[in-house]
């Protein structure tokens, strides 16, 4: 069984930068695909970035490629989401999410997930 919290959400200036974390409890295998989703009113839960613990290869939507970096600490079982150049748009709630397949083509599809946290809120006034 797998725990998952996320932390370091908050409000911050467009252009601003902000990095949140997910921490892991519970035993997560080295092929494990680990995501970022975001989900504001109204709209879907949209993919942001994964990473397969393995291979430490990330992936990202386009949204945000190039402005958002994802990463681990395998010894803390800490996940990382880097945000710099954020805009009012990324204003979200942010969820980790943990599969037990490594990372592919479905990356942004939350159905593909077994495991969530509750979420951290990052907004970025217009």
């Known amino acids: 069984q797998v725990t998952l919290a996320e932390s370091g959400g908050g409000s911050v200036q467009a252009g601003g930068s902000l990095r949140l974390s997910c921490a892991a409890s519970g035993y997560l295998f080295s092929r494990d695909c680990v995501g970022w989703f975001r989900q504001a009113p109204g709209k879907e839960r949209e993919g942001v970035a994964a990473?397969?613990?393995?291979?430490?290869?990330?992936r990202y939507a386009d949204s945000v490629t190039g402005r958002f970096t994802i990463s681990q600490d395998k010894d803390e079982d800490t996940i990382f989401l880097q945000m710099n150049s954020l805009k009012p748009e990324d204003t979200a709630m942010y969820l980790c999410?943990?599969?037990?397949?490594?990372?592919?083509?479905?990356?942004?599809?939350?159905?593909?997930?077994?495991?969530w946290g509750q979420g951290t809120q990052v907004t970025v006034p217009s």
């Open positions: 999410a943990a599969s037990e397949d490594d990372c592919g083509s479905w990356f942004r599809d939350p159905s593909k997930y077994h495991y």
């Open positions: 990473i397969t613990r393995a291979s430490r290869v990330p």
